[in-house]
Every structure is written in structure tokens, then in C-alpha cells.
């Protein structure tokens, strides 16, 4: 089974790799950039800043990958909560970079700054993120529909069935649909095959919820974080660190995993007859 937070557009993987890199070379450029020399008799003179406007025009492919570098570079920068950023210097410190004039500002002081810039976005949205998160969950509590484990782990019947339940060991058959709290949905079995896989190779709070499930049964689960992909979250799925998923799932059937066979130590050597 293919991990159903993992599934994503290999041509979005491979693009991301592009501009990541991209972006690491530019930076590492200027970082790494050495003056110019000027010749005698010559002016050095600074670059002028390009504006773009609503009138560029794209009379090569270069213009529309620059561009649309441009374009991914400023939604990385709003996805971290960094849209005061001045475009204007920003193509200025790219344009130096490329041409490999003198710096204007002195790298490692201006990457300890970016590095605090970019620590106080990110300690802003990880609370408002937080905030909105415990908010959610507390209009659940409140909900005498849903109950909620030791775990934390969240849940609701929208099918109840009677039957055996799968143990951690099981191998389960299942349709499923993963969103995230906005409602976006990142990864889906339905319409296509169902899911099967060993139960205890899933996320804790799939482990853990699906044996609460008898066949025929569906349920909404609501993972938090610490059950789910914790710290690292699943960027490539746009899971975030620690955030609470939603999972409606229904299971199909359930399998006892096949007897493991005896295997003779490599060290007991076997006689000829």
C-alpha cells in the first residue's frame, strides 16, 4: 500500500527540487560573491531595480521561468507569513547575486537577521495555528457525538456494525479520505481501490482507532499531531508540524497476518542422509 500521506504529483516533487536548488544556488552566490574589478579609466555604476508591471511581456522561455521563479519564491514567502517582504530589494539582492557584483550588505550579518525574521514568523503562525486548533478541538469536546480516548485521539460513528474488530497485528482492507482541519483533502482512496496494509504500520492514531471499527463500520477520526506526523508533519502532502487530521474511514475487511515458518539457525548445520 503506498502511504497515504506520501501521495503526491512527482512532476510537483521534481519542480520543487528544481526551485529549491535554484534558490540555494542564488543564495549561496551571493554570499559567496566576489567584487568586480573595475578597469582603469571605468565608472562603476549600480544596477538599476527592474519593476515589473502589468505590461511584461514574455517574448522567451526564459522570461516565464524567471517569472514563474519569481512566483514560487513569493508563495513560499506568504505560506511562511512572509509578506512584508520588500520585492523591490528582494529583485535587487537576487539581480547582484546573478551578476556576481559586490554585496551590499554583509551576508552572515544579514542571515542571522533573516534567521530571526523567519524564527518570529514562524513562532506567529504556530500559535495562531495552535489557537485555531484548540479551538476546534474544544467545540468537539462539546459535542456529545464525539468521545475521545486516553490518547487524545478523537472519533465519531457515522456507521456503527457489530462483529469481530482487527488486532494492531491485522491486515485491514479500507476506504478512506484524509483532510486537514481547513477541509482540504490530501490524500483519498475513494472512487479508486481501497486501501489494505498491516494495521500496526500506520500512524498511532490509525492503529489505534481502526481497532475500534468492526467491519462494515464507518468512522470519523480526528488525529492530533502527537498521533499523527508530529514535529516533522509531511511537507510534500502539506501536512504542517503537529497538526490535527481528520480521517473518515471505512473498514472493508480484516486479515490475520500469515504464520510466520520456523527458520533453522544459520549456525546448526543439517546432516546429509
Given at each position: 500500500?503506498k ?112 534567521q ?20 476546534i ?8 457525538n464525539?468521545?475521545t ?18 488486532s ?5 482492507t479500507?476506504h ?5 482541519l ?46 499523527a ?9 502539506g ?24 527458520q ?10
Open positions: 500500500m502511504s497515504f500521506a506520501l501521495l503526491i504529483n512527482n512532476k510537483n516533487k521534481q519542480m520543487k527540487q528544481i526551485i529549491t536548488f535554484l534558490l540555494i544556488t542564488v543564495c549561496l552566490s551571493s554570499a559567496n560573491a566576489k567584487p568586480k574589478k573595475v578597469k582603469k579609466g571605468e565608472t562603476k555604476t549600480e544596477t538599476n531595480v527592474a519593476v515589473l508591471n502589468d505590461t511584461l511581456e514574455f517574448k522567451s522561455k526564459i522570461d516565464t521561468v524567471s517569472y514563474f521563479i519569481g512566483m514560487q519564491i513569493g508563495a513560499d514567502m506568504v505560506k511562511n507569513g512572509a509578506n512584508d517582504i520588500n520585492p523591490v530589494a528582494l529583485g535587487k539582492g537576487l539581480s547582484d547575486a546573478l551578476k556576481a557584483t559586490t554585496p551590499k550588505i554583509d551576508p552572515q550579518i544579514a542571515m542571522i537577521y533573516a530571526t525574521y523567519f524564527g518570529e514568523k514562524q513562532a506567529i503562525k504556530k500559535a495562531e495555528e495552535e489557537a485555531k486548533t484548540k479551538k478541538m474544544d467545540d468537539m469536546t462539546a459535542n456529545p464525539i468521545k480516548t486516553a490518547s487524545g485521539l478523537k472519533y465519531e460513528i457515522l456507521k456503527d456494525s457489530v462483529g469481530p474488530k482487527p494492531a497485528t491485522d491486515i485491514v479500507v478512506y479520505t484524509g483532510t486537514l481547513s477541509g482540504k483533502v490530501f490524500d483519498s482512496s475513494v472512487g479508486g481501490e481501497p486501501a489494505k496494509f498491516p494495521l500496526n504500520q500506520v500512524i498511532p492514531g490509525w492503529t489505534e482507532g481502526v481497532q475500534l471499527m468492526s467491519i462494515g463500520a464507518k468512522y470519523k477520526f480526528y488525529v492530533p499531531g502527537k498521533l506526523y508530529g514535529e516533522q508533519g509531511v511537507q510534500q502532502a501536512i504542517g508540524p503537529n497538526e490535527t487530521l481528520i480521517f473518515d474511514v471505512e473498514l472493508l475487511s480484516i486479515e490475520k497476518p500469515a504464520p510466520q515458518v520456523p533453522v539457525p544459520s549456525n546448526i548445520k543439517i546432516q546429509e542422509q
